[in-house]
């Protein structure tokens, strides 16, 4: 057990020296500096091929996971918002939402605000055959949004691999540098090419790594994803809001779908 969670380590270790902010990617944040209206495109996000997922008014283009009908629930649009509302005892009931669409290579962005206590995500590469695992959640990899100071999940996993805009339960999130409001919101990105994806939080990158690769399997070996095959290498998948039972709030659901 120590020389199984000794490679582990050295392997958690080698990914997190790798998350260093790269300049070229900064460009997709704040591309215009004169946004006054949520839900819209920029002249420059449009001009780069930007598509909304989330138009402000309905739940076109997503549906519950595992089903085939939009959210109804305990889902709704308010005020120019996707809003979960708060359930306790914890049960999921109205299930996560999921695009129509799959989605290869992207960069999606995504404003979202928790509460306190509050436990949310966003999942990409969700396989279609795993959408609703019963009795447990969709299956993707997952940017985590939770309430660090407040949320037991924070303290469990491996280094802080369940806390905010860490990589799930895989990779924790080297976050020193980013600014984050729990009472305002905040903005999620998530870089896809090939392999090769980042986590960003509020303009800074906090996680980086490559899929397909020993050094990915072994991290999924060690994680709770290891008795699902192939987890995490799919060329293609959905991406997901999570439910979680708590009130969470998103807005400015934005991709661009890249060659």
Known sequence: MKKSFLLFAVVLLAFAQSCDRPADHSKYFNLDQQVTEDNVLTKAEKAQGWQLLFDGKSFDGWHIAGTDHQPDSVWHVADGMIVLDKRKPFARGAGDIVTDELFKNFIVKVDFKITE???????????????????????????????????????????????????????????????????????????????????????????????????????????????????????????????????????????????
């Open 117 to 259: 206590g509050a436990n949310s995500g966003l999942k990409y590469f969700v396989d279609p055959a795993m959408e609703s695992i019963p009795g447990g959640a969709s299956i993707g990899c997952e940017f985590q949004m939770l309430d660090d100071e407040r949320h037991p999940d924070a303290k469990a996993g491996v280094k802080g691999n369940r806390t905010l805009s860490s990589l799930y339960d895989l990779i924790p999130a080297q976050k020193e540098n980013a600014p984050f409001d729990l009472y305002d919101f905040n903005t999620a990105m998530v870089y896809v090419y090939g392999n090769h994806v980042e986590h960003w939080l509020n303009g800074v990158k906090v996680v980086e790594y490559e899929r397909n690769t020993q050094e990915w399997n072994a991290l999924v070996a060690y994680s709770k994803y290891r008795n699902y095959p192939n987890f995490g290498n799919a060329e293609f998948g959905h991406l997901l809001i999570q439910d979680h039972s708590d009130n969470v709030y998103f807005k400015n659901i934005k991709i661009k779908v890249l060659d």
